[in-house]
């Protein structure tokens, strides 16, 4: 079964720091683009940081200096480092994917999410 595994929220002071991890599973050929978005409660989900596969890098303006994005392709695993947590980053954080992976005997790419994670930081 393909899937996006995240780990790594909870809860930090302001000033603190996280990291969460999303590693892809299954019969991964390979993961494409990969992102972190996040969405806080009555807002709408938004693009955190984004990575392709050749290691190019976007970040949003509001966490811009603070964030790095990284990944790991012989793990299929992308990487949130956040340091000086805000109280308004607080938020579900959500991995996301595009993975090619093999189908019976061909192969498909599709677009995945995964379950999400609780960040929240405390002032």
């Known amino acids: 079964q393909v899937q996006l595994v995240e780990s790594g929220g909870g809860l930090v002071q302001a000033g603190g720091s996280l990291r969460l991890s999303c590693a892809a599973s299954?019969?991964?050929?390979?993961?494409?683009?990969m992102g972190w978005y996040r969405q806080a409660p009555g807002r709408q989900r938004e693009l955190v940081a984004g990575?392709?596969?050749?290691?190019?890098?976007t970040v949003a303006d509001s966490v811009k200096g603070r964030f790095t994005i990284s990944r790991d392709n012989a793990k299929n695993t992308v990487y949130l480092q956040m340091n000086s947590l805000k109280p308004e980053d607080t938020a579900v954080y959500y991995c996301?994917?595009?993975?090619?992976?093999?189908?019976?005997?061909?192969?498909?790419?599709?677009?995945?999410w995964g379950q999400g994670t609780q960040v929240t930081v405390s002032s």
């Open positions: 996301n994917a595009g993975l090619t992976y093999w189908s019976s005997d061909y192969l498909r790419t599709v677009d995945y």
């Open positions: 990575i392709s596969s050749t290691g190019s890098t």
């Open positions: 299954g019969r991964i050929l390979r993961a494409n683009d």
